[in-house]
């Protein structure tokens, strides 16, 4: 079986993600956010967003969203090699998709800070979540953990620094999941998660860049946004230069 269709090259465009979408809704999963579920309600579906790559692409998604009348939680690092969320064009994202109905949490980078005791994870987070909400005027009421390890997943409480862990028992325990970390279905394909009529409660995460308008193998999905985000770069050099009325000098001539 060759890769494309051991790992469902298919399932990642941004068309597909619509019909997840629509199909979580057909099956009357009831969106809601981390903060507002609780153990009523029936058919709960908790959408959750680790935004790595691409802001670019989390808010297409987001619009996605939006359009189906649904919500979803997007957790944004502040120590991504990949995106800088106090840029401002990518600040403005955040808020945009604030402004659609979603929620805005925060993907913790706990390796930053070399943490391995919960007193240096408490420490540590209220440290990056109120810079992130004084930043951005969020109030970030709960945060996923970026590249869990042993000691990571040892943390299991309900909150660290009054926030919502997405990783505590409590939501190990009572939600299904299901992840499309690194670009294909680590546990089983979503569409069958959505259909299983014994699932009540489910905790669905996705990745920005994982998702593609075309059918891409996941490494190639991400190759191509880190050139977009290249190809944006320079267009910011090129057009700082000609607003500032600079010579933008190349090997021949000048722009
Ligand atoms: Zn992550």
Avoid at 41 to 52: C, F, G, N, P, Q
Avoid at 161 to 187: E, P
Wanted: hydrophobic share 40%; net charge negative; aromatic share 16%.
């Amino acid at each position: 079986m060759n890769n494309h269709v051991k790992y469902k090259f298919e399932d990642f465009t941004l068309t597909n993600y619509r019909t997840m979408i629509q199909l979580a809704k057909k099956n009357n999963y009831q969106f809601k956010f981390f903060f507002e579920q609780n153990d009523i309600e029936s058919k709960v579906i908790l959408w959750r967003h680790d935004v790595e790559f691409s802001p670019f692409i989390a808010l297409k998604m987001a619009e996605i969203e939006a359009m189906e009348g649904v919500k979803a939680t997007y957790f944004f690092q502040l120590h991504s090699e990949f995106y800088n969320v106090l840029e401002k064009e990518i600040s403005g994202i955040v808020l945009k998709i604030r402004s659609l109905g979603h929620d805005i949490g925060l993907h913790f980078d706990s390796h930053y800070f070399n943490i391995d005791c919960e007193e240096d994870l408490e420490k540590y987070l209220a440290l990056d979540v109120q810079y992130f909400n004084a930043i951005l005027g969020t109030e970030v009421k709960g945060f996923s953990f970026h590249n869990t390890n042993k000691f990571i997943l040892s943390c299991e409480m309900d909150s660290y620094a009054g926030l919502i862990n997405v990783y505590s028992k409590y939501f190990k325990d009572h939600f299904a999941y299901c992840a499309d970390s690194t670009g294909y279905w680590r546990y089983e394909r979503l569409i069958d998660v959505l259909n299983n009529p014994n699932l009540q409660k489910l905790q669905v995460l996705t990745h920005d860049a994982m998702w593609s308008s075309e059918i891409l193998p996941p490494r190639q999905r991400v190759f191509k946004i880190i050139d977009e985000n290249a190809e944006r770069l320079k267009n910011i050099y090129d057009s700082h230069l000609k607003k500032i009325g600079q010579n933008n000098i190349d090997w021949k001539g000048a722009l």
